[in-house]
């Protein structure tokens, strides 16, 4: 994610809430990897988000690591790192499992 005039708050640094959508859709596209697209959907349950330290340089680059994947729901741990290596977020996303309709 870059960080540019669309994502600074109005002190200047990344804004946390760009964060929180980068950490959900990097877990919703993983969830979305593990499952039968044509039969089951996923959606976020639960969003659990650490601001360790200031974004004051980008872009930020997001990893998500599966903690676990059952049938009907997967936890993913989401680590987000400045491009000098320091570990900006950090955030833990519930995700659901459903049947589509």
Known sequence: ???????RDAGGTLHPGA??????????MGASLCIDT???????????????APV???PVHAKASAVFILED???WDIEIK???G???CVAR??????DRE
């Open 19 to 28: 964060l929180g959508i980068l950490a959900e859709t990097i877990g919703s």
């Open 93 to 98: 996303l519930s995700m659901a499992i459903l």
């Open 56 to 58: 004051n340089k980008g």
């Open 1 to 7: 994610m870059p960080l540019d005039a669309r994502t």
């Open 82 to 84: 400045d491009p000098s």
């Open 86 to 88: 320091t570990v900006v």
């Open 38 to 52: 044509s039969t089951r959907t996923c959606v976020g349950q639960i969003l659990n988000i650490n601001h360790p």
């Open 73 to 75: 729901s997967h936890l």
